[in-house]
């Protein structure tokens, strides 16, 4: 029987390389997005179609569910990829900003988990991936806001699972580490605030380290083949680790006063 899924931010990095493997893998797609009219290329790949998603417009996310199901009939996986970043001194970051960091990468996360899970919960099955990151477990310096969203989708992912189980519902989490895609020049605002120039040294001894860690990383295809593995393997694993395991498996076993320099040494220089 034909799958279905269902792919917020799917119209470029690692959404797209997911979209793409999704295809490649015999499943039907619904890639989602705010401006489906840009994705031309995409929508000329068979099983795919684009259909329009804001995460943070709840109407939207409903009406792309029902799009979805009127076109195939079901959803079997719904990945929630969509998200971006807020870097630089918290204290240079807006208001506006900070909820903007909060609404999409969190609370769009909350809004497309709240309209799935009623259709799998009746149907007793179905499979939500929720992609975070390592820093959701771990942090560096300049994505104090960026931690706090990614952190929030560790920890209402894991408690969420408690709830769903029972429904035959699987939550996983996918936690990519630095990876080369346009998530440093697409998916990022840097904060900067008018006459503030006392973190100026810190920043450009830090952002440059920062930002070659994402040129070097492998590209957002290993993201896409972890997500793929996450949904298909029937296993009942929640956390999947990309380009991250080491560095997470330091973090568990280091005490804070070993574990912390550590990072500034490689970051602050």
């Not at 699987?170 to 008018?194: N, Q």
Request: aromatic share 8%; glycine share 6%.
């Amino acid at each position: 029987m034909e799958k279905v899924v269902l792919i917020t931010g799917a119209s470029s990095g690692i959404g797209l390389h997911t979209a793409k493997l999704f295809q490649v893998k015999n499943w039907k797609v619904a890639a989602t997005m705010r401006r489906p009219d840009e994705a031309a290329a995409l929508r000329q790949i068979a099983d795919i179609e684009c259909f329009r998603l804001d995460v943070t417009e709840p109407d939207s996310i409903r009406e792309a569910i029902s799009a979805t199901l009127g076109k195939w009939g079901r959803i079997d996986a719904v990945v929630n990829n969509a998200g971006f970043a807020v870097v630089g001194p918290f204290e240079a970051a807006s208001q506006s900003e900070i909820e903007r960091q909060i609404e999409t990468n969190v609370y769009g996360v909350m809004n497309v988990c709240r309209e799935i899970l009623p259709y799998f919960r009746e149907r007793s099955r179905g499979i939500i991936v929720n992609v975070a990151s390592m820093g959701g477990r771990i942090t560096f310096p300049l994505y104090s806001i960026y931690h706090a969203s990614k952190w929030a989708v560790e920890g209402f992912s894991e408690a969420l699972q408690y709830e769903v189980k029972d429904f035959g519902i699987k939550i996983k989490i996918i936690e990519p580490g630095p990876i080369k895609t346009d998530f440093y020049d697409r998916s990022m605002s840097i904060s900067r605030k008018e006459g503030l120039t006392a973190y100026d040294n810190f920043v450009a001894r830090t952002m440059p380290n920062l930002q070659h860690a994402g040129e070097t990383g492998p590209d957002g295809s290993v993201v896409a083949e972890t997500i793929f593995r996450a949904v298909t393997d029937e296993s009942s694993k929640m956390r999947y680790p990309v380009n991250s395991r080491l560095i997470l498996a330091a973090r568990r076993l280091l005490p804070d006063r070993l574990f912390l320099p550590v990072i500034r040494r490689a970051v602050v220089k």
